[in-house]
């Protein structure tokens, strides 16, 4: 088992920054492939970032390539997901998850989730 728990969302302006924390109960954290995903109202959940168990296999969504950065740290059960340059459309609830197997981009592949961290983003 897996509990997840993130925070750091928050109101910001259009072209400021935040940094999501998402910090795991459990042994076995370190062994687990972490990824973001945001859900807007009204839309599905989509995938945002992902990072393997070891660190690498970082991969991002098309939308924030470039702006937002994925890590973790395995000493503190815990990833981040560190966003700059936020727009209007990265308005969203922030969730993370925790990698069964799978198709990386897809909800369904993550076995633990998170409540999620409103982000807010005003332009």
């Known amino acids: 088992q897996v509990q997840l728990v993130e925070s750091g969302g928050g109101l910001v302006q259009a072209g400021g920054s935040l940094r999501l924390s998402c910090v795991a109960s459990g042994r076995t954290f370190s062994r687990y492939t972490m990824g973001w995903f945001r859900q807007a109202p009204g839309k599905d959940r989509e995938f945002v970032a992902h990072?393997?168990?070891?660190?690498?296999?970082?991969y991002y969504a098309d939308p924030v390539k470039g702006r937002f950065t994925v890590s973790r740290d395995n000493a503190k059960n815990t990833v981040y997901l560190q966003m700059s340059s936020l727009r209007h459309e990265d308005t969203a609830v922030y969730y993370c998850?925790?990698?069964?197997?799978?198709?990386?981009?897809?909800?369904?592949?993550?076995?633990?989730w998170g409540q999620g961290t409103q982000v807010t983003v005003s332009s």
């Open positions: 990072i393997f168990w070891s660190g690498d296999g970082i």
């Open positions: 998850g925790a990698r069964g197997s799978g198709d990386y981009r897809r909800p369904l592949s993550y076995n633990y």
